[in-house]
């Protein structure tokens, strides 16, 4: 049997912490090790107990949830936050985007969205709820730079680059291309490096921001 994904819910609402953990305790491959109420319990608790997904609420009382994010991914790099939030206007979702969340998912979204984010984030992916997937394309083509910085790059580098923006694993990727996973990972250091992207939400903005990638796309 794998390994459940284990969660950490971070909500000032005792009652929606209660209803989520409910929802996720009906599926196999999820369990919730903690819940906090707001941002410096969140900090602690992602310490102590480490779990593989944060799911974290923006506007919390004390600390928000972008503090706390910007806090809890200083001391783990390789934390993955998934933002839920009834909040998805700009202001909110790109700074938190930015600050290094994994993914954004609104609380009027359907319950299988949710899930869906969770078991993205923990493979290692972005993820954005479509609505929001639509305003940060709209976001990043009203800001675009006109310079072509991909041209550094080799063509399996791009090639890679387009492969991971997609959601692809390095393991996928391997045998698409028929090469070692660890050629895959020296490409995409060395891509990563030349675009100054530092991890995979930022190869995805980037790859939505030249149009490489279809945002819409399954």
Known sequence: MTDKIKVLLVDDHAILRAGLKALLDTYDDIEVIGEAENGEEAIRQARELKPDVIVMDVMMPGMNGLTALRYILEENPDARVLMLTQYGNKEYVLPLLEAGAAGYVLKQAADTDFIKGIRAVYEGNSYLYPPIAKLVLEALMEGEDAADPERRLTPREREILILIARGYTNNEIAKMLY????????????????LNLHNVAEIVRYAVRRRLVDPWED
């Open 179 to 194: 090469i070692s996973p660890k050629t895959v990972d020296v490409h995409r250091t060395r891509m990563m490096n030349k």
